[in-house]
Nanobody, 124 residues
Framework: QVQPVESGGGLVQAGDSLRLSCAAS????????VGWFRQAPGKEREVVAT????????YYADSVKGRFTISSDNAKNTVYLQMNSLKPEDTALYYC?????????????????WGQGTQVTVSS
């Protein structure tokens, strides 16, 4: 089974950019769907963006469209989340998750393997 490992979180100011990385431990991400989710204090976990590893199809939550980009690097077995024009409401614990699927998934319940999370804090 695959184990996602996140990195790249931190404290930034509104308008700044940040790139999160999700590396696969244990095996390759192929043929998995990989997604980024986030959970702010007092709120439910929500999808941010997902990608189908082998094909590259993507899905974005409306709140991040045009600002965030999910991508994959096959050689490094890593999925990235490039976050631009960050807003204070983007502050959350960001999780990477994987599921054995060839489809583009959108629901957290569809993902089987989860990382520990990386904190992103955006100050105003």
């Amino acid at each position: 089974q695959v184990q996602p490992v996140e990195s790249g979180g931190g404290l930034v100011q509104a308008g700044d950019s940040l790139r999160l990385s999700c590396a696969a431990s244990g095996r390759t991400f192929l043929p998995y769907a990989v997604g980024w989710f986030r959970q702010a204090p007092g709120k439910e976990r929500e999808v941010v963006a997902t990608i189908n590893w082998g094909i590259g199809n993507t899905y974005y939550a409306d709140s991040v469209k045009g600002r965030f980009t999910i991508s994959s690097d096959n050689a490094k077995n890593t999925v990235y989340l490039q976050m631009n024009s960050l807003k204070p409401e983007d502050t959350a614990l960001y999780y990477c998750a994987a599921a054995y699927s060839l489809r583009v998934l959108r629901e957290s319940s569809e993902f089987e393997y989860w990382g520990q999370g990386t904190q992103v804090t955006v100050s105003s």
